[in-house]
């Protein structure tokens, strides 16, 4: 089977701070990475992907996210965090051998202003 | 179309009551998902579709879900006899090809009183 653990649920930053959210996941083969954002009130979106090749992926709105494999860890990060960066947010797996995407429980980062 | 659309936004059932939720993917689109989302929660995978073709439909949760993709393009997701606990927002995804990018649409809320 494969799963995705986020273990931070809820975060609260001041405006400026720097982000790490958490991702680590379970699968022994070959892997496609990903982070979704879900913006209050809107649907999920795509903010990166990870497939192969350079290990660090940087995706829209300044996020980026390293790839450690002996980790099994998909961290997403953001040097200065903006109050419009409050949303919801998933880190995903999927795998060829599934098929599909599995999904973390989610994070919800709150930026205060 | 530009996006993923799914119909109706909000439904409210009554407990035994029938409902069906239509999904109309990104023009094109090969493969198409469905998801359930419970409060709180990451999206579930549910079943997959690859043109008319139902290829997993391993996280149907009981045989009262079904889903239908009969022209390879717009998908319908059935639910019998609704129960409460199938209160959640159901998603619906399509990509172009495999490997996890999905284009999310924004999701029904069905309610289950």
């Known amino acids: 089977a494969q799963s995705v653990s986020q273990h931070n649920h809820h975060v609260i930053l001041s405006e400026a701070a720097s982000l790490e959210l958490g991702c680590n996941y379970s699968?022994?083969?070959?892997?496609?990475l990903f982070w979704y954002v879900q913006y209050p009130g809107q649907h999920l979106q795509l903010l990166l992907k990870y497939f192969s090749g350079d290990p660090l992926v940087k995706g829209i709105k300044g996020f980026e996210a390293e790839f450690i494999k002996s980790k099994f860890s998909f961290n997403l990060r953001k040097p200065s965090v903006q109050w419009s960066d409050t949303a919801e947010y998933f880190c995903a797996l999927y795998s060829g051998g599934y098929q599909k995407v599995t999904f973390g429980t989610g994070t919800k980062l709150q930026v205060i202003p | 179309g530009a996006g993923v659309s799914q119909s109706p936004r909000y439904k409210v059932a009554k407990r035994g009551q029938d409902v069906a939720l239509r999904c109309d993917p990104i023009s094109g689109h090969v493969s198409l998902f469905w998801y359930q989302q419970a409060l709180g929660q990451g999206p579930e995978f549910l079943t997959y579709f690859q043109n008319e073709a139902q290829l997993d439909k391993s996280g149907l949760p009981s045989d009262r879900f079904f889903a239908e993709r009969p022209e390879g393009s717009v998908s319908t997701l059935k639910i019998q006899r609704t129960q409460q606990e199938d209160s959640a927002v159901y998603l619906c995804?399509?990509?172009?090809?495999?490997?996890?990018?999905?284009?999310f649409g924004s999701g029904t809320r069905l309610t289950v009183v």
């Open positions: 699968y022994g083969g070959t892997v496609n």
């Open positions: 995804a399509s990509s172009l090809s495999g490997g996890g990018g999905y284009t």
